[in-house]
């Protein structure tokens, strides 16, 4: 409640009375890594760590909106000429956009918002931001008219038009569609999905945040779709989710050793999360860990996302006995998700600490996940 208190004071001091109360989740993925834009599975939830806001319609064409956690406030019209400078901004500006684009209403509106998603650990704070004032919008302006499924579509085009990331769907369908106590498998070529009840009794669900983000000079999330859209052309595929190890194999002559082990780890991961899905409804949590270490290897060693300090808590995590650890998100820093025992759990997350700051100088952060709702109006 003390986000929503903060939120309210701000907002009464800012701009006077009161707005209407909405959120989003971030979202974790426990399996299912890099494969939304090659057409396979994921597997995601949200989690109880959200981004806020307050928000009222104004009756202008003129938004005014200002955040907590940057303490910065941006104001902008609603054409594509009103682009606003701030790249936080551009995240709202596109959902407004993007719902305009498609024949939707938006009008002027006042908005403070703040967040808990923790920034930078892979946890998918953007899209929390474009499903919480994509769903407002949609309530505030269309009568809640605007299917779910396609107020995720609105953040994915937010990210792709005016934010700059060629991201797949899977941050913004969590963020929407997440619903408590559940998993969700989506097919992100058909966009059909299925809840998972994910109640692991006897484990917990905890993020070791390395505090680390490389930067990188080129874009290697572009490339590495590149490298797979390459040998989708290549196998006469749409995408991954068609091809086979059999087909990748009789190819390999024809592609570089580069393109080989990114399309490798694409095709061994879909199945993983296949093997997931009927671990999870046979209760072996087992399998699901042994599959979470196989996936960051791959992301490790064939996709080559991972970073020096990911992989030292990867390592730590098996030295531990956790049931399963791995990179979670886009990679080259951020955090590892755990599924761990709960008898191991003060041990590994004591130990994460203290040998993480020997090593690296500096403590990870760790957080205990609960699977929770996705994009709802408070």
């Known amino acids: 409640m003390e986000l929503k208190e903060k939120i309210s004071n701000i907002f009464t001091e800012r701009l006077g009375g009161e707005g209407t109360f909405y959120a989003s989740a971030g979202r974790i993925n426990l399996i299912g890594e890099h494969t939304d834009y090659n057409g396979g599975f994921v597997f995601p939830g949200a989690i109880d760590k959200v981004i806020m806001a307050e928000i009222r319609a104004n009756g202008s064409d003129k938004v005014r909106v200002f955040s907590v956690d940057i303490n910065d406030y941006a104001e902008f019209g609603l054409n594509e000429a009103d682009a606003p400078e701030q790249s936080w901004a551009r995240y709202i ?47 505030m302006f269309n009568g809640n008219t605007i299917e779910k499924f396609e107020l995720a579509r609105i953040g994915q085009s937010t990210e792709h038009n005016y934010c700059g990331v060629n991201c797949g769907i ?24 299925e809840y998972f009840p994910f109640n692991p009794q006897g484990y917990t669900l905890v993020l070791v945040d390395s505090v680390v983000k490389h930067e990188l000079a080129d874009s290697p999330y572009n490339k590495r779709r590149q490298s797979c859209e390459r040998v989708a052309r290549r196998l006469g595929v749409e995408t991954l989710r068609d091809a086979t190890m059999e087909m990748l194999e009789a190819a390999k002559g024809d592609i570089t050793a580069e393109d080989y082990f990114r399309a490798k780890y694409v095709i061994e991961e879909k199945q993983r999360v296949l093997d997931v899905c009927d671990a999870l409804n046979a209760g072996d949590y087992e399998t699901v860990g042994r599959c979470m270490y ?80 996705g994009a709802r109006r408070l």
Request: aromatic fraction near 10%; proline fraction near 1%; charge should be negative.
């Open 93 to 139: 500006f596109g959902v407004c956009r993007e719902i305009i684009k498609r024949g939707g209403k938006v009008g002027g509106f006042d908005a403070v918002f703040a967040g808990n998603v923790p920034l930078g650990a892979g946890l998918s704070s953007s899209a929390a931001l474009e499903s919480c004032f994509a769903f407002a919008m949609n309530d």
């Open 294 to 373: 196989e996936t960051h290897r791959g992301l490790s060693k064939d996709y080559e996302v991972s970073c020096e300090e990911l992989d030292y808590l990867n390592d730590l995590a098996k030295e531990c006995g956790v049931t399963g650890s791995r990179i979670m998100g886009g990679g080259f820093g951020g955090c590892t998700i755990n599924l761990v025992k709960n008898e191991l759990l003060e041990k590994f997350t004591s130990e994460a600490r203290a040998r993480f700051n020997e090593k690296y100088g500096h403590e990870p952060k760790i957080y205990e996940v609960i699977i929770s709702d």
């Open 170 to 193: 899977m941050d913004q369908f969590a963020s929407v569609f997440g619903k408590q106590g559940n998993l969700m498998r989506l097919d992100c070529r058909s966009g059909e999905f």
